[in-house]
């Protein structure tokens, strides 16, 4: 067995056992391109060979993919046939885990009308609305992992002129965050786990009203509502089984408080939205909205981004992680949320993750706004810390203690 192959190999079986947990007799959907199919072998077997009683492949390619978008018209674009709605939510209802293999290169739809990339994001939103119910609320088991595309590798390796290197180098940097590299993965993890565990068992403690944001070009003070939650690495599904939905993770995360967001806050990363590259932008709030932005890059898709429905200009998740962390000291930027809000404190426009908050998970959409937990079809994170941010926890009395510091925990 070759050196590639072991790789796979390990890669696989953290994603199966730690990041999806597939149980025996359990049913998979995996979400994957045509690059991605060295490691969808691995895990479809892996899957199988745990008891899995069905591995359900949605394999798209990413030419065709592109092919589609400049040619289709908005109307069969955006257009999700019921037979689609109906086959996901079946496997919705019968305990699916699902498990999503990114690939895709981040600038893959540039140049496409971002009108058309909009109505497809509202539509789909619309139409999986069993399904983002289910994720968000941890009904199923989900995990997110990747594995580089050349277009993808070449964009994160811009000086490597062979392809094959470049991607070979990202791989390694992937293996690495979600350590692969590790004599024991699944150990490492378990650590790792409990780490964070402990962080968030102190921002549970404090209670904290708001969170209080500072750096260059950001003065924020973001509400947190009453009876928020702070959730490190880890969920478990409606069954009990735990899994992991972020491979890699090195957050902390609770729900903003949807009306209480106030100030500026400016981007430390490029963001990846809809095949779209949205770098140097601002948003400016006021009573929890965004009621000015502006971006050097990606004006349009930032502006179709926060149009896709009222909730979409309103914070959901508030999350933390300092900036020494393995991939912010790695130096790599990916061009890919997945990892790059791995290495920075983010914020994310649009649905909170109902989990946040106690008996979130048991409350109506009404009940939930009441709880100023805030609605939408979309779910956006970026980037907002570096070396330079200072965070300050404020309690109900007005006291404020430092979180962060330099970009680092304070405690």
């Known amino acids: 067995m070759n050196n590639f192959e072991e790789k796979l ?106 009108e058309k990339l909009g109505a497809l994001t509202k539509n789909a939103g ?24 050349a277009d993808w590798a070449k964009l994160v390796f811009p000086d490597e002129a062979n392809t094959d290197i470049a991607q070979e180098k990202l791989l390694d940097a992937i293996l690495k965050t979600v350590r692969v590299d590790k004599a024991d993965p699944v150990k490492a993890w378990e650590e790792h786990r409990q780490n964070l565990t402990e962080k968030a068992e102190f921002l549970n403690n404090k209670n904290f009203v708001a969170l209080h944001y500072t750096s260059k070009g950001t003065d924020l003070t973001v509400g947190l509502p009453k ?31 949807r009306d209480r967001v106030d100030g500026y806050v400016s981007n430390k990363k490029p963001l990846s939205y ?20 502006e971006a050097e890059q990606g004006y349009e898709i930032l502006k179709q981004l926060l149009d896709t429905d009222e909730g979409s200009r309103r914070i959901g998740e508030v999350a933390l992680v300092p900036n020494d962390s393995p991939i912010s000291n790695s130096g790599l930027l990916y061009y890919q949320t997945l990892f790059d809000e791995n290495a920075s404190n983010h914020l994310a426009l649009g649905a909170a993750y109902p989990t946040n908050v106690k008996n979130g998970t048991k409350m109506t959409e009404e009940e939930l706004e009441k709880a100023h937990i805030n609605q939408s079809i979309s779910h956006v994170d970026f980037m907002i810390g570096d070396a330079e941010m200072d965070i300050d926890g404020i309690l109900e009395d007005g006291t404020k203690i430092p979180v962060f510091r330099k970009g680092n925990w304070a405690f």
Not at 13 to 20: L, R
Not at 64 to 83: C, F, G, M, N, T
Not at 133 to 149: E, G, L, Q, V
Not at 237 to 250: I, Q, R, S, V, Y
């Open 9 to 114: 190999n390990k890669y696989a079986e953290v994603i199966i056992k730690i990041g999806a947990n597939v149980q025996k007799g359990q049913k998979v959907w995996i979400n994957c391109t045509t690059d991605a199919l060295p490691l969808v072998y691995k895990v479809t077997e892996l899957a199988y060979q745990v008891g899995a009683s069905d591995v359900h492949v949605k394999l798209t390619d990413d030419k065709l993919s592109r092919l589609h978008a400049e040619y289709q018209s908005k109307e069969v674009y955006s257009h999700i046939p019921q037979w689609a709605i109906d086959e996901r939510n079946d496997y919705l209802d019968n305990n699916v885990v699902f498990i999503h293999i990114l690939s895709s290169s981040p600038n893959l739809f540039a140049g496409i009308d971002a």
């Open 274 to 293: 809809q095949g779209n590259i949205i770098d140097n932008f601002k948003l400016t709030f006021k009573d929890g909205k965004v009621v000015d932005f």
């Open 227 to 257: 009876n928020h939650i702070w959730v490190a690495a880890g969920s478990k599904n409606a069954k009990g089984a735990d899994f992991l939905p972020n491979m890699p993770t090195e957050e902390v995360f609770t729900a903003g408080d």
């Open 126 to 149: 619309e139409a999986y609305k069993h399904y983002r119910t289910c994720i968000m609320t941890d009904i199923n088991s989900w995990t997110i992992a990747s594995y580089p595309s």
